[in-house]
């Protein structure tokens, strides 16, 4: 089975603090990608990730920035976290090739910036 | 418009009922489809990918396509409590454009 996980369930922290979420896939995928997902609004696409060292934005990039350095890795960075960045963090990764696109999701992070 | 378009309900139905769910989607370039589910406060769970048009089976779960309409089906069959959860259409493109969501329908199966 596919697994994606994230390295907390849960994190609390205060505006103007750096945080860092990580991301780890252990099926040799080449695409990763970071989403938020908050209530009406669905899940929106923040940077995602074809591959080592390369990254491409998403719908909403701004405040935010990430880091793949190994192919089975993809951290996002808050680099000065605000309340409005208050949100579940979804991490997702796929194969890309032909016929296999899907998706598979880690468990979220709950992120609350106090 | 957004791309890809869900009833976010909340649907309520009892158990065995059989529950359809629909997205219609507007970009035609769209070639493969990705029903989601998921539990409160979890991540999303693949249930089933769909790239051809027609029907594509799974237990208890069928997925329909229809490109000339631009239409995408859920259809679940003997519901359970267990079905509870929020329903996620997605659709892509190619293998290095994003997957668009759509917003979700949520789904209660009252014992």
């Known amino acids: 089975d596919v697994k994606v996980t994230q390295s907390s369930r849960y994190l609390v922290k205060r505006t103007g603090e750096k945080v860092f979420l990580e991301c780890v896939q252990d099926m040799d995928h080449e695409n990763m990608f970071w989403y938020r997902q908050d209530p009406g609004l669905g899940l929106r696409l923040i940077y995602f990730s074809y591959d080592v060292k390369m990254k491409e934005k998403g719908d909403i990039p701004e405040g935010y920035s990430v880091s793949r350095e190994k192919k089975e890795r993809f951290s996002l960075i808050l680099e000065s976290a605000s309340t409005n960045q208050t949100s579940m963090y979804l991490c997702a990764s796929s194969f890309g090739r032909e016929g296999e696109y899907e998706q598979f999701f880690g468990p979220g992070t709950r992120l609350t910036v106090l | 418009q957004k791309e890809v378009e869900q009833d976010p309900g909340p649907l309520s139905v009892p158990e065995g009922a059989i529950v359809s769910l629909n997205c219609t989607y507007s970009n035609s370039a769209f070639q493969y489809f990705m029903w989601y589910r998921q539990y409160s406060r979890k991540g999303p769970e693949l249930l089933m990918s769909i790239y051809s048009n027609g029907d594509k089976e799974d237990g208890r779960f069928t997925a329909q396509l229809n490109k000339a309409s631009q239409y995408v089906s859920l259809l679940i069959r003997d519901s359970q409590p267990s079905d509870s959860a929020t329903y996620l259409c997605?659709?892509?493109?190619?293998?290095?454009?994003?997957?668009?969501f759509g917003p979700g329908t949520s789904l209660s199966v009252i014992p």
């Open positions: 997605a659709g892509g493109e190619t293998s290095y454009d994003k997957v668009i």
